[in-house]
């Protein structure tokens, strides 16, 4: 069975700082992986996705993940954090074969970014 | 450009009632998924459905929950003789297809509140 853990509840830093929410899977087979942003009362927003190639992913507002297959992570940073930045994150994994496979998302990451 | 639909987005049933929720997906998406999101669980999955198909139902209890995806229409979560512990934020997505790496769009959710 596939599994995403978000080891940090929640992770604070400062306005200018960087950032990093930490995520790592278990999947069966080469993952695909994703990165979700939720805002209050929203849905999830799509951020970035790793399938396959360079395992830096650059993704919407000045987001990155580093994907490390050895370490089964898939690591959300940002060079320098905005407060607009303050959301709720979640990692999602499924697997790469064909066809459907179910999309498992982490119980999430909520990011507070101090003025 | 409208994204996924979900309506209500606020939905108060008292125990024993039936609660319908409603998804629109994204115009062309022919994929739907329901999640259900309890604080500090994150995000559940509960079933996938393709037109006038139910994929993979994993994730729903076996009673009460019911969903459809008719030819016409949008998709319809059901959730018959409502408890108490039924009250959570339930969130659609649609997707183009489910080959390689198609992100999922999110509606912004119904509220669910049982009394």
């Known amino acids: 069975a596939q599994s995403v853990a978000q080891p940090e509840d929640q992770v604070n830093v400062a306005e200018g700082n960087p950032l990093t929410v930490k995520c790592t899977y278990s999947?069966?087979?080469?993952?695909?992986l994703f990165w979700y942003v939720q805002y209050p009362n929203r849905g999830l927003q799509f951020l970035l996705k790793?399938?396959?190639?360079?395992?830096l992913v650059k993704g919407s507002y000045g987001f990155e993940a580093e994907f490390n297959k050895s370490q089964t992570s898939f690591h959300l940073k940002k060079p320098s954090a905005l407060v607009s930045d303050s959301a709720l994150y979640f990692c999602?994994?499924?697997?790469?074969?064909?066809?459907?496979?179910?999309?498992?998302f982490g119980t999430g990451t909520k990011l507070q970014v101090i003025p | 450009n409208a994204g996924v639909m979900q309506n209500p987005r606020h939905l108060v049933r008292r125990r024993g009632q039936e609660a319908r929720l409603r998804c629109s997906p994204m115009?062309?998406?022919?994929?739907v998924y329901w999640y259900r999101q309890l604080p500090e669980e994150g995000l559940k999955f509960m079933v996938y459905?393709?037109?006038?198909?139910?994929?993979?139902e994993s994730g729903m209890p076996k009673e009460r929950f019911s969903a459809e995806f008719p030819k016409e229409g949008p998709s319809i979560l059901r959730i018959q003789q409502v408890v108490r512990g039924d009250s959570a934020a339930y969130f659609c997505?649609?997707?183009?297809?489910?080959?390689?790496?198609?992100?999922?769009?999110f509606g912004n959710g119904t509220r669910l509140t049982v009394t």
């Open positions: 997505a649609s997707s183009l297809d489910t080959i390689l790496n198609s992100p999922l769009h």
């Open positions: 999947v069966s087979g080469n993952p695909y």
């Open positions: 790793y399938i396959t190639g360079d395992n």
């Open positions: 999602a994994v499924r697997a790469s074969r064909g066809g459907y496979q179910k999309v498992t």
């Open positions: 115009k062309g998406h022919s994929h």
């Open positions: 459905l393709q037109k006038e198909n139910i994929i993979d």
